[in-house]
C-alpha cells in the first residue's frame, strides 16, 4: 500500500478553495479490509474525507481522500 500526498496550488483558485489530497494506492495482493481500515483511520483521525475511489482492471484500487487547507491567521497586535 502506497500513500502520496499533493496539494492543489491552482492560482486560478481562491484561498478558500484550497485541498490537500492523499491518494492511497492499493496493490491486488493487498486485502480489502486493511485497505478500508487505513481509510478509515485518516478519515478519523486526520479529517480527511473520501472523495474518490477507483478499482483497476487487475485489480489494484485507488482511493482519493481530500481535506481542506485551513490558514490560521495571527490575532496578536504585531505593533509595539
Request: glycine share 4%; net charge positive.
Amino acid at each position: 500500500m502506497r500513500e502520496q500526498e499533493i496539494t492543489s496550488g491552482l492560482e486560478s483558485l481562491e484561498q478558500r478553495d484550497h485541498w490537500e489530497y492523499l491518494v492511497m494506492t492499493v496493490a491486488p495482493r493487498d486485502s480489502v479490509s486493511e485497505a478500508r481500515r487505513r481509510v478509515v483511520e485518516h478519515a478519523e483521525y486526520g479529517k480527511w474525507e473520501l472523495q474518490r475511489t477507483v478499482l483497476y482492471r487487475g485489480g489494484a484500487r485507488r482511493y482519493w481522500l481530500r481535506r481542506r487547507i485551513i490558514r490560521v491567521r495571527s490575532t496578536l497586535d504585531v505593533r509595539a
